[in-house]
C-alpha cells in the first residue's frame, strides 16, 4: 500500500517545473531555426532559452528542497547512485520516470529504496 508523501505540493511543483524547462527548451530550439531563417535576429529564441534555464534552475532548487521520508535522498535528482532492483531498468532515466508519474497518476515510488508513494492534498 502507498503512503501519502508527506511533501506532496514541491514534489508536484518540482515536476511541473521539469515540464516547463522540456517546453521551452524545445521552443527554444524551434524558434532559433525561426529566427534565423525568417529574422537574422535570435530574439525570440533567447528569451524562450532564457525561460528554460530558470525552469531547470527552479527544479533544481525544489529538487533539494523535498526528500524520501523512507530513505532521505531526492526522488527527482537522481545523481550517480545506486538503483533500486525495482527500477533498475530505467536507467539514468529513473529521475524522469519520478516526474512522469508525479504528473499523470500522483504516485511515484522512489528509485532509491523502492517505497511507494502518492501525492495528494493538492488540487
Not at 532548487?61 to 531526492?74: K, S, T, V
Request: proline share 3%; charged share 15%; net charge positive.
Amino acid at each position: 500500500m502507498a503512503s501519502r508523501y508527506p511533501q506532496s505540493k514541491l514534489i508536484l511543483l518540482d515536476a511541473r517545473a521539469v515540464w516547463l524547462t522540456v517546453v521551452f527548451a524545445i521552443a527554444a530550439l524551434l524558434l532559433l531555426g525561426v529566427d534565423a531563417f525568417f529574422f537574422k535576429s535570435f530574439r525570440l529564441s533567447l528569451i524562450a532559452s532564457g525561460v528554460a534555464f530558470l525552469a531547470g534552475l527552479l527544479h533544481l532548487c525544489l529538487g533539494f528542497a523535498h526528500r524520501c521520508p523512507a530513505c532521505g535522498n531526492h526522488p527527482t535528482l537522481q545523481g550517480f547512485a545506486k538503483l533500486h532492483p525495482s527500477v533498475a531498468d530505467h536507467g539514468d532515466q529513473a529521475w524522469a520516470i519520478v516526474v512522469k508519474e508525479v504528473l499523470r497518476m500522483r504516485s511515484f515510488t522512489c528509485f532509491r529504496c523502492g517505497a511507494a508513494y502518492t501525492v495528494s492534498g493538492v488540487a
